[in-house]
């Protein structure tokens, strides 16, 4: 209960104000707990942060993949940042970028090697075609995102990732199989 109300306080506090504006002693006066109680927690506002990054990035990962396509990939990836646009905002404009930075590759990279995967059944490409396959493709939708957050989230992600789908349609099984030597193009 104590940790949900940290970081309750802490998303409230970060949609309302910079980063660098979001301090313990302010997160502690808006859930109404002691310093100490804090730092039994986390060893500063960085530590929660992580936190609560990598509690979504699970999620995400741990949710059924079964149905994802380029589409869906987009939406999941986009959806947290669509609902939280001032937190996110924020984050991507402070020092701690990085943090925000690595949570969507995490997410992406695990969403994506789900997609590449699947398509791959019943092929026999090698685990380094995979990664690489999987490289390839986290990068494109990665800085379709980053661009999407850098210019203020106006874009509307859900139809470029749609049109981005339509147009990749078929692409992920041709390379697969040119990796296994089944394609036209081996």
Not at 32 to 37: A, D, M, S
Not at 112 to 135: F, I, P
Request: glycine share 4%; with cysteine.
């Amino acid at each position: 209960y104590t940790k949900q109300a940290i970081k309750n306080s802490f998303l409230k506090l970060l949609n309302e104000r910079p980063l660098s504006q979001v301090t313990v002693k302010a997160i502690v006066e808006d859930c109404g707990i002691n310093r100490n109680t804090f730092y039994y927690y986390y060893c500063d506002v960085y530590a929660l942060i992580r936190e609560l990054m990598e509690v979504r990035a699970q999620q995400l990962i741990t949710d059924d993949q079964e149905d994802l396509n380029w589409i869906e990939i987009t939406r999941e990836v986009t959806s947290f940042f669509r609902t939280h646009r001032r937190t996110v905002y924020h984050l991507f404009h402070s020092s701690q970028r990085d943090l925000l930075e690595d949570h969507i590759y995490d997410v992406t990279y695990a969403c994506t090697e789900s997609l590449v995967r699947r398509t791959a059944a019943g092929l026999s490409v090698s685990e380094a075609d995979l990664r690489a396959v999987t490289l390839f493709f986290t990068s494109s939708l990665l800085g379709m995102i980053s661009r999407w957050l850098r210019f203020g989230m106006k874009d509307d992600a859900e139809q470029l990732g749609e049109r981005t789908g339509v147009l990749l349609e078929g692409t992920l099984r041709r390379m697969l199989e040119r990796a296994c030597g089944t394609g036209r193009d081996a």
